[in-house]
């Protein structure tokens, strides 16, 4: 009952077997913008898709470790606290917490 009442304030993003380490995996949402979602150490992180600097996914680019590189012009961030870690990103992508329910991934609004 109490899983149930949270899971109604929560947006159903995917499931955790959907998100391989090392990759990221975009899901389109409603009424904001699309999520880049990672695994890393067995834990799962979000943030915005749409890089800082241009309008690139960086569901396309390469991750290492807790930093994808964004495909266009070789900016990056840690997706885990959101920093641009390398030019010519300067501003941080927006972090999302989210929870998991029964092998299943959620924002948090
Ligand atoms: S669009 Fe991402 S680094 Fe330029």
Redesign the pocket.
Known sequence: MIITELQETLVYLCETTEVVEGQGHRVELQEQPAVAVFKYDNDYYAINDK??????S?CD?DVDGCEVE???????FNFITGEAT?A??TIPIKTHSIRIIENKLYLVP
């Open positions: 890089c800082t600097h241009g309008n690139a960086l680019g964004c495909p266009f012009h070789s900016g990056a390398a010519p990103c």
